[in-house]
């Protein structure tokens, strides 16, 4: 395909990995994720295992959600996944959510920004704000938290409600998460206008690749 300058268009691919678990004596029955039809994958998204993806959440490029150890993992509706991030999980390690257990379970409406990594056994109830390169590893984190970026939150630790994590600390005792602050109105007004533009992606990408035509002339 040549532009009007006589130069050529780049070729576009829109191409991402969903499918089994690698069946090993950890994890030896391989499952295929559920993911909605109104849920959007970037390319360059890597999905395997037991994972459901819930309507209208957002998957940016290069997120890595991989259930071949840790087994199963949720993501609500309206949630974001932004690009960068990777979820994971240790074996035989579980969260309870409505009486069933998740090696990740992330609720509705959570954002997790560029580069974070939820690491299981890990709780991420709805309405959650997880910074950019912010990490959550064997926690629970309660509805309305706010985690900023370069945050850890660690060591089986629980989140209030609205518990705001400043940038860069490590919460890894039950001490340190009860002496948390609420979320500034600042902070929260940011989290609701994050959540605002992401939930627009899933239905805007869809036509955009979906609908339209690439560079090259095809429709994707």
Not at 45 to 50: E, H, K, P, Q
Not at 175 to 204: C, G, H, M, W, Y
Request: proline share 7%.
């Amino acid at each position: 395909m040549w532009n009007e300058s006589g130069n050529q268009w780049p070729m576009n691919i829109y191409s991402y990995y969903v499918g089994y678990n690698p069946p090993t004596s950890v994890n030896p029955i391989p499952r295929f994720p559920r993911i909605h039809n109104n849920a959007f994958l970037s390319p360059f998204t890597y999905i395997v295992g037991n994972v459901t993806i819930e309507n209208n959440t957002y998957v940016g490029p290069f997120v890595s959600i991989r259930a071949d150890e840790g087994t199963p993992f949720y993501v609500g509706s309206n949630s974001n996944l932004q690009d960068g991030v990777i979820l994971h999980g240790l074996k035989n390690k579980y969260m309870e959510k409505d009486n069933k257990r998740y090696s990740i379970y992330i609720g509705n409406g959570v954002s997790c920004a560029h580069g974070s990594l939820i690491h299981g056994p890990s709780r991420i109830d709805d309405n959650v704000f997880i910074g950019f390169k912010a990490i959550v590893y064997n926690a629970r984190v309660a509805e309305g938290c706010f985690i900023s970026s370069g945050a850890v939150v660690t060591n089986g630790v629980e989140l209030k409600p609205n518990s705001f994590v400043p940038p860069g600390a490590n919460i890894d005792t039950q001490e340190k998460a009860d002496r948390l602050s609420p979320v500034p109105k600042t902070e929260e007004e940011f989290a609701i206008e994050v959540q605002r533009v992401n939930q627009e992606f899933p239905a805007s990408y869809s036509l955009y690749f979906g609908k339209s035509k690439c560079t090259c002339g095809l429709s994707c």
